[in-house]
């Protein structure tokens, strides 16, 4: 018994080793590497004169979408985004990753047709952009397949739900979303007025009245306040990612997604009839309109230009917001964690042993198992000068001999909780406004990466619908309501203040 004693630490530190040298190598640091390599291929493409391909309008024959030559290049996009994705799975190999490209297809295809249908002229007058028409089919899709399952389980077949990457495909959105400096720079003042003086505030109080007020989970009343106020769907990636469960992200995006359907209809006819100037109506809606596709639906309905800019310079600074809160929520999160972990070990430890507790029901092992799932990056003593702990029962009594677990440090699950994708947003604003010189090329490449980065957001609102699943919904109405509530009562506010800070940054100064 003594060798392989002896022979744990050997293996134990080559292991250890083996995991820093591929740190590279997993989820979140592949949405950094391929929206890196996509905005490469997107300057070469541009620099050849490749144009972008685009989603014409179209009122009776869907197929004239693709009336542009551009459009030849969507082809090019689906192997290319295909063979990237399977890479990335080949090298950090998620479970049934081999038959992922049998479901990616099926999820490409469900993108396309829901860009189709967003480019008709009638559904787009109705504001029914792609990611509705994307969450709508890929619900369909899931209720269909699970329809045919043999099981009772009614769960995803493994080549459909290996595809079903939603935070990798947002986050690969997120790293193309290009930030151009000589844009944000003539409004850069006045739109960090109307977009960050109010935004971190009104998010922690949002989100502290539905945890307190509402009994919403924590992390979901967070992710929910913050997907609100800074930019839907990515804020609510990256905020989850940050706390460490995307997982609680799908059904405030799916509500967010929908309701923001009114608002890019109502704002404009709003702005005009409370007679607000075109700078003044768009910076309104870039800073209370969820996503960018969605702010310049509605500032193209407010019809006019300068509305159009105003709203895109306003929304690109909110975007910026995403990176310092995902740090700071991280950190935050994890000195929470480590805070309530403390709290539970010493109430283990202050818990009597004498005959007197005899008759409470103590379940040691579901408050252990709580301990040990909410720490899931505790490093395993090894047992040669092990600090675990030691539980033993018996019928009379509860002994508890127990002293702490090692811990990482704030800082280091500070690191590992950070969203490695902000690092890959901010080395592609930092290429864009360095590498690229011409301001027609800035344009071009700018359009096109915008074009490929609205695409993968489609993909993950193909996601986010696959993983709707209706029956949980209706038994969780209570709960939806609560988040519907938790989306109005934030939205409200962030109109009413918003349009507050437009006017006065916008007319007053």
Known sequence: MAGPQNDCPGRSSIKLKKSWLLWWNSEEWWSTWIG????????????????????????????????????????????????????????YRPRNWKVFPFGYVVVFLIALISNMLASNVALHSASLGASIWAIILGCCLRAVVTYFQSNDIQDLPPWLKIAQQTELYISISLVLLCIDITVLRPLAPRALFVSWIDTPTLFLAVAYIGWHFLDIDKQTSIIMSGATFICGSSAAIALGASMGCPHKTEMPIAIISIFTIPSIIALPYVAKRLAFGAEVSGA????????????????????????????????????????PLSVLLAWAWSEYELRQLRDEENTLLRMPSDDSQRDQDIDLDTMQSDIDERQSDVVP??????????????????????????????????????????????????????????????????????????????????????GLKLGDVRQNMRSVGKLCALYLLAQMVDIVITAVLAWIAFTLF
């Open 36 to 91: 890196l390599t996509l905005f490469g291929i997107v300057v070469a493409a541009v620099r050849h004169g490749i144009p972008q391909p685009v989603f014409l309008p179209w009122d009776t024959n869907p197929f004239m979408t693709f009336a542009t030559v551009g459009n030849y290049c969507l082809l090019v996009l689906f192997f290319i985004m295909g063979a990237l994705l399977y890479l990335a799975m080949a090298c």
């Open 381 to 466: 003593a090894s047992k040669a000068g092990s600090t675990a702990t030691s539980t033993t029962v018996n019928k009379d009594a509860v002994t508890l001999t127990k002293t702490p677990k090692k811990r990482d440090s704030a800082y280091v699950l500070l690191w590992k909780r950070f969203p490695k994708f902000v690092l890959g947003f901010i080395m592609t604003a930092i290429l864009f406004n360095t590498v690229l010189g011409d301001a027609t090329e800035r344009t071009n490449v700018y359009n096109f990466s915008f074009y490929v980065s609205e695409y993968f957001s489609t993909l993950s609102f193909v996601s986010i619908g696959m």
């Open 284 to 323: 309104w809606f870039g800073g209370c309109v969820d996503s960018t596709g969605a702010v310049i639906a509605a500032a193209s309905i407010y019809g006019d230009k300068d509305a159009v800019s105003t709203s895109a310079v306003v929304k690109m600074m909110q975007n910026v917001l995403i990176g």
